[in-house]
Nanobody, 124 residues
């Protein structure tokens, strides 16, 4: 099955930046999948952050992060990225990458494959 591993999380001051990475390590064809980023804060539902197409790099992001977060992918490296700028305290959450066969998927149930998550903490 698809195996995803996130990295790049950490503690950052409000207004700062982080870049998250997600690498597919199972040997499955990375470019077969649409990819997404989600986040989940304690006591809250898992929230859609960003989606990216398989080949063209077309993305869309949640309104809460529009203009601040950018998703990208490098299929040759089987890696997904999330560049996070102008971070706010409300961005604090565990961030997950996920793989889907559904174009434009924004619901967690549309993503059968998930990484373990990486913690992002934004301090003010």
């Amino acid at each position: 099955q698809v195996q995803l591993v996130e990295s790049g999380g950490g503690l950052v001051q409000a207004g700062g930046s982080l870049r998250l990475s997600c690498t597919e390590s199972s040997g499955r064809t990375f470019s077969d999948y649409y990819m997404g980023w989600f986040r989940q804060a304690p006591g809250k539902e898992r929230e859609f952050v960003a989606h990216i197409s398989r080949f063209t790099g077309v993305t869309y992001v949640a309104e809460s992060v529009k203009g601040r977060f950018t998703a990208s992918r490098n299929n040759a490296k089987t890696t997904l990225y999330l560049q996070m700028n102008s971070l706010k305290s409300e961005d604090t959450a565990v961030y997950y990458c996920a793989a889907s066969t559904v174009a434009g998927a924004s619901s967690p149930i549309q993503y059968p494959y998930w990484g373990q998550g990486t913690q992002v903490t934004v301090s003010s």
